[in-house]
């Protein structure tokens, strides 16, 4: 996403633009230690815990505190999640 977030999107570098962009940096943390322990692809092809753990944080966020670019970020990663969630298989990888 480059010019909305530094963590929405592949890869991910610098500070946290704003709370998505935090939420975005953690899921990111979070697929680094599931492809470490399951490997690739499982951790990026399936939806996983770090997938459900962001949708629920974001379930938290008051969209009418946000500016521009958060929202326009928020609205990115909702339609990820979405479409990742309808067409992905469901997988237990989680932390513990």
């Known amino acids: 996403m480059g010019v909305l977030s530094n963590y929405c999107g ?4 610098g500070p946290t633009l704003h709370r998505v962009d935090e939420i975005c940096k953690r899921h990111d943390e979070y697929y680094d230690f599931l492809r470490a322990k399951h490997g690739w692809p499982e951790s990026y092809l399936t939806w996983n815990a770090a997938d459900a753990d ?4 974001l379930q ?4 009418n505190k946000m500016g521009y670019k958060e929202r326009m970020a928020y609205r990115e990663v909702q339609i ?3 479409s990742k969630k309808q067409v992905a298989p469901h997988h237990t990888l989680k932390k513990g």
Do not use: A
């Open 80 to 82: 990820f999640l979405h």
């Open 54 to 57: 962001m949708e629920e944080e």
């Open 60 to 63: 938290t966020l008051d969209r």
């Open 10 to 13: 592949l890869g991910g570098s």
